[in-house]
């Protein structure tokens, strides 16, 4: 059986308004326990919601199998400004993983950040 090397990848839009909930989506290939980071900017409105698949594959003899993961967080911002959201860490068995942090730019209620900028 063919194994793939542990990896995770956070990921939020790049620009939301104020007030507006939006998906915080952490996706990998191994089952673990996410811990978030200090969310001091962000209200986590809902989650963890997480699902799983896998799949196998025989190629020329050769079975490979692909998991796949994800960890999704509903969160808010009540602020304009750009923020970070800081690495979570996934602990798979005896290992932990630190996630990407990630950029979000909140713009206020009758622009999109974007257009704030």
Do not use: C, H
């Not at 063919?2 to 089952?31: H, K, L």
Request: hydrophobic share 30%.
């Amino acid at each position: 059986m063919s194994a793939q090397d542990t990896s995770f990848e956070a990921r939020a839009p790049a620009s939301v308004r104020v007030g507006q909930q939006f998906q915080y989506t952490i996706e990998g290939n191994e089952r673990g326990e996410v811990t978030l980071p200090d969310l001091q900017d962000f209200e986590v409105v809902g989650g963890p919601f997480s699902s799983f698949s896998s799949s196998t594959q025989w190629v020329n003899g050769k079975m490979t199998t692909r998991n796949n993961v994800s960890f999704t967080y509903i969160l808010r911002s009540n602020q304009v400004g750009t923020y970070v959201i800081p690495p979570a860490t996934i602990s798979v068995k005896r290992d932990s993983y630190k996630i990407n942090p990630v950029e979000i730019s909140v713009g206020d209620q009758g622009q999109t950040a974007s257009a704030a900028s």
